[in-house]
């Protein structure tokens, strides 16, 4: 796990990489790899790549990047855990190495296959790796998305960095201010991919690589499809009984746990009272893990109510014989972090002090890598949008293709929402949204409504936001090609976005800013391969597969307590702080108010 950076002068009149800017870059992401750093220039100073090193498997300097094996060199953030079969297969083929790390190995398969290497990795990853014989930079990132890379490509330089922040550090990346961006956090919480708060930055999307050479930026090439991995799942049509699918996922989320557990440091976990991370937990104990450490988040606010974790992730930790923190926070220690968190949040989000402030504690505990239960409601059903979506559509559907039925209806909820607070602005965009699964997971996701904007950001900005960002045609791609059913449309929009763009996005930067490496064994590829065919003919929806898939299962408080979510009080705090009227739409506005004002000045 680290940061990495770098820069390519592809055009003939182009400068030549700036030294101190390259390093300025990479030194903005100190901590993401406090361990070590160091950069590498081609001959005539073409191309520039940083590094700064989080050391977890192979920690002696032969681990070190930018690794340069004859005419290639690479940066990686991230991890490989299959790397140890895929050199054993490479060694068989006669090739040799001079480290025990994945970085090398990861070179070694680049020589042999190019980009089709790609999908022999099991892990999460950005790559950048120079090919000095063919003149150019291939640019990848995970099948999910888990790691982020970022670039900046002026017509005659491009920049690549694993954070937003680290780019504009380098002084020579445009800060012009995108309203597409704004208009994006607002309707969804956190800025769609591949936009950012920058016109002149974009993300790599998931699941895809691009090359870079003489002529600049190609296109990116999809390799991993979340949407046509589960349209093939469907297609199979396969069957199977409530044992087999049981002993399925057992043995399938059992061997990602394993791989998940790959490293030269101690593994520890989040452990909440949820099916998700209990699970892992459990489940790593199956796999071995003998000395795990995990721990839990608790606040006085919540002693005594459904939402307090504590005492549930406790008797689990008795239960699975594993060592176990309580950590409670305090709204003064919240008070004095807020300046920090937000100086760590690489993009503005609405979501991520839970993963900010559990991933402090496991720093504060000596860890440098943990494990985490994210992604279990995406893969299993457990969000209530798997039951209402499909609910919705055999009624939206009619009604929103009727001419002016939608509008009609919206105005009068307007009315009628003005008049109550019991009365939903949202259902009266359900009919305009209504006619596709797309259009209604907008609907059901959406913080605030496209009509509010022009009153939260002004008439202009709201207008080219809007324009620009053309949302309902970026939530379509994630559905494209159809997944098949009503489960696997739900499956593929809230994994290619709320887990993407949200969850994702906010444990990195997140567990970054305290140098924590966080691996999420429910959010794999080859996971997701093995179970989506027998998840998505499966007529009841729900985790209770996942919750029974550890040998002893978890104990029955877990399996039938109610979903209350990982949330902080912060309500309660600020509550007591005289701020009353406080709510998420109020905290949407502060996030926007800080992280946008640098941008903002560029508008």
């Known amino acids: 796990m680290c940061g990495i950076n770098g820069i390519f002068a592809y055009a003939d009149d182009a400068p030549p990489v700036g030294r101190d800017e ?17 950069t590498w220039f081609s001959p005539g100073d073409r191309v520039g790549l940083g590094h700064r090193r989080l050391s977890i498997i192979d920690l002696s300097p032969a681990g070190a990047q930018p690794m340069r094996r004859g005419e290639l060199t690479i940066i990686f953030n991230g991890e490989i855990y299959n790397y140890q079969e895929l050199r054993d297969q490479l060694q068989a083929r006669g090739r040799t190495f001079t480290s025990h790390s994945d970085t090398e190995v990861l070179l070694a398969l680049y020589d042999e296959k190019r980009e089709a290497m790609l999908n022999d990795l099991r892990g999460m990853f950005a790559i950048a790796l120079w090919d000095g014989r063919e003149r150019r930079m291939l640019l990848a990132r995970d099948p999910y998305g888990i790691k982020p890379l970022y670039y900046a490509d002026d017509g005659n330089t491009i920049r690549i960095a694993s954070q937003v922040k680290a780019l504009i550090a380098g002084g020579h990346v445009d800060k012009q201010f995108d309203p597409a961006a704004a208009a994006g956090f607002f309707l969804r919480g956190t800025v769609p991919e591949p936009f950012t708060m920058y016109r002149a930055i974009r993300s790599l999307p998931a699941g895809s690589y691009a090359y870079v050479d003489a002529r600049g930026m190609r296109e990116p090439v999809r390799y991993f499809s979340i949407a046509a991995t589960l349209r093939d799942a469907v297609e199979s049509n396969q069957r199977f009984t409530e044992e087999q699918r049981r002993e399925a996922v057992h043995d399938a989320v059992l061997e990602s746990v394993r791989y998940h557990l790959v490293a030269d440091v101690p593994v520890g976990a989040f452990l909440s009272a949820g099916i998700d991370s209990t699970a892992v937990v459990a489940l790593a104990r199956e796999a071995g893990a003998t000395d795990l450490q995990t721990m839990t988040l608790r606040f006085s606010e919540y002693r005594g109510r459904d939402n307090d974790e504590a005492p549930l992730a406790e008797l689990v930790a008795k ?7 309580i950590r409670e926070l305090t709204v003064d220690e919240f008070r004095d972090e807020l300046p920090r968190v937000f100086a760590a949040m690489d993009q503005p989000s609405v979501d991520g002090l839970n993963s900010y402030f559990i991933s402090k504690a496991a720093h504060d505990l000596g860890l440098k890598v943990a494990m985490s239960g994210t992604g279990g409601d995406e893969l299993f059903g457990g969000y209530t949008s798997f039951r209402d979506i499909p609910r919705w559509m055999p009624l939206t559907r009619p009604l929103a293709r009727v001419p002016g039925l939608g509008n009609a209806v919206y105005r009068v909820n307007s009315a009628l929402a ?5 009365i939903s602005p949202k259902m009266g965009e359900i009919l305009r949204y209504g006619s596709s699964y797309a259009g209604a997971y907008l609907v059901k996701r959406g913080r605030f409504l496209a009509s509010e904007l022009p009153s939260v950001l002004g008439d202009d900005i709201a207008r080219e936001g809007l324009n620009r960002l053309d949302l309902l045609p970026l939530i379509e791609q994630t559905v494209t090609p159809d997944p098949g059913n009503p489960f696997a449309r739900v499956a593929a929009l809230e994994s290619s976005l709320y887990l993407r763009n949200q969850l994702l996005r906010d ?5 970054m800013a305290h140098s924590l490496e966080v691996r999420v064994p429910l959010v794999d590829a080859h996971l997701l391969r093995k179970l989506a065919p027998l ?6 929806r729900g985790k209770q597969l996942l919750a029974a898939a550890p040998h002893p299962p978890l104990p029955p408080e877990v399996r039938n307590r109610r979903k209350t979510g990982f949330t902080l009080p912060i309500k309660e705090w600020l509550r007591q702080e005289g701020k009353v009227e406080f709510g998420k739409r109020s905290w949407a506005r502060k996030v ?3 992280m946008f004002s640098d941008a903002m000045g560029r508008w």
Do not use: N
Request: with cysteine; hydrophobic share 35%; aromatic share 6%.
């Open 535 to 540: 998840l998505v003919t499966r007529k009841e």
């Open 507 to 511: 444990m990195d930067w997140a567990s």
């Open 319 to 325: 239960q699975y014989g594993v060592r176990h923190a």
């Open 592 to 594: 926007y108010e800080v």
């Open 418 to 422: 003005k008049r109550s607070r019991h």
């Open 22 to 38: 390259l390093i300025a870059s990479r030194e903005c992401m100190r901590s993401r790899g406090p361990d070590a750093a160091d």
